[in-house]
């Protein structure tokens, strides 16, 4: 474990300054740089859509994780991505201007939901999240003019400056550009004053406004940072699917993006990547423990359904703190070894207190 | 020209005068105290100052702007910063990150700008790393740099509360309680940090202070508030041989 | 559209509102007990619905003895569940709580899917006769949903402001460490108010039945009695009625003036009334004092 003796700003303000953290993002960028070099075309193809699903977690940390508020239909950004995206594409519109567009269209909608959302609290705005993804995926089915409702709408091919990149692997490289700078971009702004903003709206909204900080602008900026990654992820993945339809970005997806942040570790960025991979590792989990049931049981359908709230359910109570809360335990057993104590962790028992006055 | 002029202040809470007609100025460079028993509307005024709670009655002027039209967020801008009785600071994040946002009301940098980390935002980081060391280095609190908030004792708590109100670069502080919950040692300790504020500083401070010796040491002038209305104003010896304050702390003799 | 038929729809639109109330009003219950927002709701009213059919078709019991026995069966999964699974949780954030309820509701749809199938099942019930009264059609499984609301509303108001362990309650959900050492057993009230709460829902089940048929479907129920809930100001029982009334009222004639977004109309009544009021229309006080 490297003590850093800081002489600088510049090592407080640096990302990566400890060596040790700094060797396992470089190995990991150095090994997604690789990848379709090392492995089967279809893995490439997963690999995307596993990157895809970091940056859309991303988009919903964001809003949960550092600016504290809730969003149960985050699905609803997804396919508004996906779908403008797409329209704007079949219009002829070029590829590099198509994507960020669809992006800007669904950070708007955001920033108005998270406008008239922004005196909610807690649950209230979580079922009002979610019934506006429950809205917004009858619209994308009935505007059949628009988008093909339920018949579904074909996605035009990738092409960047006349060049057809129809390869797994050339999209691969594309998204994997598109994530690297958004993460880098995350990065820098929960490093900035914005950032610690958020941050101080989550933990106290009394001290955030009487220190100068203008509470509706930072939540409503961070539901637009957060609908815009998630719209920008909903385009790519649109084109890793070749086919939309409004069921692909429904309450199940919304419910999907949930747990990837929550089983990940709510408030990091390196949680959205743990839950992303939990989330893609997951059908082959279940599949895997069908395999272990008995036929009978196995067969039933709704086993799925019923193993995906379990897991969740299992997480929530023992490991709140999500696989990012893990992996820390894992590397503070690993750097204090034999010195580790599993008190360190212990969570604090807390009865309820209400704060209703009424 | 007074820094802080109150007119008129009134504000209730369903049926209740938390705050009956209370008026009051503070000059600029003293220290002024608010005493009474509990619940005469101390913190109501302080929190209808920094615009938390709206009076229904009165005129609130900060060096001549009229308060009332600003909303919470926009006190600051004005130079007025408070500290919170019941400790309001980011549990999560360590002493630096909560000074830190103490400095939002003078941050300069876009979204955007933030998003690439341009060289501008990184100097402007350097400004205000350097200022929040300074306030650090006044109260004496370097070691604890890094340590988040949720593991520091109360005593600690309370300096961080202080010192991230000064982040703002007030020209008026309101204490609210600086002194509560805290040892002898402690209180010592705040009082010389409280007369450097006001001579190094040149800030303004207005506390609401229960601990009389606290007040007699350093206060310039004070106010009693009973009941939600002013009982008297004065020195601290004036104040504190007023009758009625004694019979409000005291009991009248019975006749 | 005849004056006869607008009468008709605010019937229908008056009992299917009561519907949700019944479900809302049992999450409500526990809201206010313990500041938890069960999400689950709609499954446990699904439940007790699986349950009278189980116990009325396919053991073969008279109906109101399968009803009774439906109702008492989900008062000890309530209590089960909060024994087991929620008493874990007591302490923790807020959302984490909702969360896990969510993942809940999830199982205990998938269960009953694996165990009683995907397809509706129709449960036969001794109140399926239709009276007519002056040209309006009234469905006696409609008028039993009203009646059972309003019986049912009234009761749990007398319990929570005269009996002692409606009071108790009250002091649990305000100040757990005081109710503590108030003697009182928080614990076990905890357990007895899920037991409540679900037998609540059952209840709820149990009258939609006959109108809805029973299937895995119902426990959308529980999303719209939630926008219900909120419409009406989330946490007051009187606001939980008032909101599921006016989206059951609302939404039949809104399915008919616009059909493209049927189904919705909930949610966008919900939407617009956050909109303008925040809080719900009868707005519960959560403010921090600092």
């Known amino acids: 474990m490297q003590v850093l003796f800081k002489t600088h700003y510049d090592q407080d303000i640096d990302h990566l300054a400890i060596r040790g953290e700094r060797f396992r993002i470089l190995a990991a960028v150095g090994l997604a740089l690789a990848a379709p070099l090392l492995i089967d075309s279809y893995f490439v193809g997963e690999l995307a859509i596993f990157l895809v699903y970091i940056l859309a977690g991303l988009g919903l940390m964001v809003l949960i994780g550092f600016s ?83 018949m579904g709408l074909e996605v035009p091919p990738m092409t960047i400056f006349g060049v057809d990149l129809g390869e797994p692997w050339q999209q691969y490289y594309v998204i994997l550009a598109v994530v690297l700078f958004c993460i880098w971009g995350l990065a820098n702004l929960m490093r900035a004053p914005k950032g610690r903003m958020m941050i101080a709206v989550r933990d106290s909204e009394t001290s955030a406004r009487s220190l100068g900080v203008d509470i509706a602008r930072v939540k409503i900026a961070a539901f637009f940072v957060s609908a815009m990654l998630t719209g920008l992820a909903g385009g790519l993945m649109a084109h890793l699917l070749f086919y939309i339809s409004p069921e692909t970005f429904g309450v199940n ?51 799925e359904q019923f193993l995906f709230g379990g897991i969740i359910a299992l997480f929530i109570i023992f490991e709140p703190e999500g696989l990012y809360g893990r992996w820390r335990k894992l590397r503070l057993f690993i750097e204090t070894y034999p010195y580790y104590k599993r008190a360190t962790f212990v969570r604090q028992k807390r009865y309820l207190k209400t704060g209703r006055f009424k | 020209m007074s820094e802080l002029v109150v007119e008129n202040l009134t504000l209730s809470f369903g049926g209740i005068k938390a705050i009956d007609d209370v008026s009051f100025s503070v000059e600029p460079g003293e220290i002024y105290a608010i005493i009474g028993p509990n619940g005469a509307g101390k913190s109501t005024i302080f929190n209808a100052i920094s615009r938390i709670y709206t009076p229904e009655a009165g005129a609130i002027r900060f060096r001549g702007e009229d308060l009332l039209k600003r909303r919470p967020h926009q006190v600051v801008d004005l130079g007025l910063a408070r500290t919170f009785q019941n400790i309001e600071l980011f549990e999560n994040a360590t002493v630096l990150d909560n000074l830190l946002v103490g400095r939002s009301a003078r941050i300069r940098s876009t979204w955007l700008a933030e998003w690439f980390f341009t060289p501008e935002v990184r100097r402007e980081e350097y400004a205000h790393r350097r200022k929040v060391e300074e306030i650090l280095d006044l109260l004496d609190m370097q070691a604890h740099r890094h340590e988040l908030v949720r593991d520091l004792p109360y005593g ?100 | 559209m005849e004056f006869s038929d607008v009468l008709q729809l605010v019937l229908i639109g008056i009992s299917q509102g009561c519907a949700y109330a019944l479900v809302a009003i049992g999450f ?60 874990r949780m007591a302490g923790e954030s807020h959302a984490s709580i909702f969360i896990l309820t969510i993942a809940i509701g999830l199982m205990i749809r998938a269960l009953a899917g694996m165990i009683w199938g995907w397809a509706p099942l129709a449960l036969d019930a001794p109140f399926l006769h239709d009276y007519e009264v002056g040209g309006v059609i009234v ?18 108001w007398r319990f929570f402001t005269r009996t002692a362990i409606g009071l108790a309650i009250l002091g649990a959900s305000q100040n757990q460490l005081a109710a503590y050492y108030s003697r009182i057993p928080v614990k076990r009230l905890i357990s007895v108010v899920w037991a409540i709460a679900a037998m609540v829902a059952a209840f709820a089940g149990l009258v939609m039945a006959p109108v809805t048929q029973v299937d895995t479907g119902m426990s959308a129920f529980g999303i719209k009695a939630f926008a219900g809930a909120i419409v009406g100001g989330f946490g007051s029982i009187p606001g939980a009625l008032l909101g599921c009334l006016l989206i059951g009222v609302a939404e039949p004639f809104l399915d008919f003036i616009f059909p493209p977004l049927k189904g919705v109309y909930a949610y966008v009544i919900m939407l617009a009334v956050l909109f303008v009021k925040p809080d719900g229309l009868i707005p519960q006080t959560f403010a921090k004092k600092v």
């Open chain 3, 28 to 87: 409500v219950f526990i809201y206010r007990a313990t500041e938890i927002v069960n999400f689950a709701h709609g499954e446990l009213m699904m439940l007790g619905a699986f349950m009278a059919l189980t116990f009325a078709q396919i053991i073969g019991l008279n109906f109101w003895l399968a009803a009774a026995l439906a109702i008492l069966s989900l008062g000890a999964i309530g209590y089960a569940l909060d024994a087991v699974v929620m008493r």
């Open chain 3, 139 to 156: 469905g006696m499984d409609r008028a039993a949903v009203i009646v059972g609301a309003a019986i049912l509303c009234f009761a749990l």
């Open chain 1, 253 to 303: 997806e919304s419910l999907k993006l949930l747990l990837m942040v929550i089983v990940g570790g709510v408030g990091t960025i390196t949680g959205a990547i743990f839950g992303a991979v939990f989330v893609t590792v997951l059908p082959v989990a279940i599949a895997f423990l069908r395999e272990l049931l008995p036929t009978s049981l196995a067969d039933m359908a709704g086993l």
């Open chain 2, 156 to 255: 600690a708590r309370k300096n961080v509360e202080l010192a991230r109100a000064l982040c703002a670069e007030p020209k008026l502080l309101l204490l609210d309680e600086p002194a509560s919950g805290l040892n002898p040692e402690e209180t010592t300790d705040m009082s010389f940090w409280l007369k450097d504020i006001k001579e190094e500083l040149g800030v303004t401070v207005v506390m609401v202070e229960h601990d009389m010796n606290l007040v007699r040491r350093l206060a310039d002038r004070c106010m009693a508030l009973g009941n939600g209305q002013v009982m008297a104003v004065g020195t601290v010896a004036e104040v504190q041989g007023d009758a009625t304050v004694q019979a409000a702390y005291l009991g009248s003799a019975a006749a």
């Open chain 1, 68 to 150: 504290g508020q809730v969003s149960f239909g985050h699905s609803a950004f997804l396919g508004i991505g996906a779908y403008a995206h797409s329209v704007l594409l079949g219009q002829g519109v070029p590829f590099l201007i198509s994507l960020p567009a669809a992006a800007l269209l669904a950070g708007l909608v955001g920033a108005a939901l998270g406008r008239a959302s922004s005196k909610m609290h807690g649950f209230y705005m979580a079922i009002a999240t979610l019934a506006f993804a429950i809205v917004v995926e009858t619209i994308l089915g009935e505007w059949t003019d628009v988008t093909g409702g339920h």
